[in-house]
């Protein structure tokens, strides 16, 4: 039963962390003042996200490492996005 728990917590993290990047990445606003300060905020919850997600994948469920595996693709997009300046 614990260990269960252990899969679904560690999943519920990589879930959070992910959605935290979103969030973070979507309140960005490219010509305000403090735009450097933010970006490496969105770096910081990629990073951690990235952890989290790895973390959770040795755990994971069939189910759960599809969904993992499209967290980091999403991701990856925005990462994509910020390194080719179109954002």
């Known amino acids: 039963m614990q260990d269960k728990q252990d899969k679904r917590r560690t999943f519920q ?3 959070q962390s992910y ?3 979103f969030d973070v990445y ?3 606003e490219k010509n305000a003042p403090n735009y450097g300060t933010e970006l490496k905020h969105v770096k910081q919850e990629v990073n951690e996200a990235y952890q989290q997600i790895q973390s959770a994948l040795v755990t994971a469920s069939e189910h759960q490492k599809e969904q993992l595996k499209k967290f ?3 991701i990856q997009t ?3 996005e910020v390194n080719s300046g179109d954002y």
Do not use: L, M
Request: hydrophobic share 35%; proline share 0%; glycine share 0%.
């Open 13 to 15: 993290e990589a879930q």
């Open 19 to 21: 959605q935290q990047v």
């Open 26 to 28: 979507s309140s960005i």
């Open 72 to 74: 980091e693709q999403d």
């Open 78 to 80: 925005i990462v994509n």
